[in-house]
């Protein structure tokens, strides 16, 4: 099930983040070019914004025109060609690790690991023809819509309003897509069928580790005691 070439860039991108970490530590990459890495980082970051709407947009219409929640979704050659370069983006979204730390900022556990498991969550749904791809590719694409908006925002010191709201439907989208997910057991042969079973259970586990870890970062960030004021002398 987990018998794609391709998935061993993940453990690549698990041993090339230390490891470019380390190459930053010793080596200033990122501050003599500031301007030109802004231009990249916040041309990337648009482009991924506008290849997520153009995603959710093009499966939204693959599956209002061939229904859902049944196990033919694949049958649509729209529905399989959006979701397998949906699949593919997900390793081009290594980079997104690779210009945070580019910049001096901190790789956290919820970043690390959130793009190590999306190549393969996705991956097993597509390449075995799992029906319940499309929940990924909608959700993920109208999230990420936002998110990538945002962090090019960020980068050009623009103004974005909402950053909590972003995290808030970022769990939102965690907790509905399991629950649409879930809807797949009441259909016929789905859990009949082994590798559905397998593509299932990995989701819920990998979509269950996120939301430990996003809504660790919620609170955190959010919620977090703050550090009290020094008195004035």
């Known amino acids: 099930y987990f018998n794609d070439p391709l998935y061993l ?25 500031r301007a030109q890495w802004k231009v990249i980082i916040s041309t990337y970051n648009f482009a991924l914004a506008a290849y997520s709407l153009v995603s959710c947009l ?32 997900k390793y081009v979204e290594f980079l997104d690790t690779a210009f945070l730390i580019l910049a001096g900022k901190p790789v956290t556990w919820l970043q690390y690991l959130h793009h190590a498991g999306a190549p393969l969550d996705m991956g097993v749904h ?23 908006t945002y962090y090019a925002y960020t980068i050009l010191k623009w103004k974005f309003p909402g950053k909590q709201f972003i995290t808030s439907l970022q769990l939102i989208q965690f907790f509905s897509g399991l629950g649409m997910t879930t809807r797949y057991l009441n259909v016929p042969g789905f859990w009949d069928s082994e590798v559905c079973r397998v593509a299932w259970t990995f989701n819920v586990a990998y979509v269950g580790l996120l939301i430990l870890l996003f809504a660790n970062f919620y609170f955190q960030t959010y919620y977090g005691k703050k550090r009290p004021r020094k008195e004035a002398t």
């Open 9 to 33: 860039l993940c453990v690549v991108y698990l041993f090339a983040v230390p490891a470019f970490q380390a190459l930053c530590n010793r080596y200033s990459l990122y501050t003599p070019y």
């Open 126 to 148: 597509v390449l075995n023809k799992v029906p319940s791809a499309w929940i990924f590719v909608c959700l993920n694409g109208f999230i990420h819509t936002i998110m990538y």
């Open 58 to 89: 093009l499966m939204s219409f693959a599956i209002y025109r061939n229904g859902i929640f049944h196990m033919q979704e694949h049958a649509d050659p729209l529905y399989v060609q959006v979701a397998t370069v949906f699949y593919w983006s």
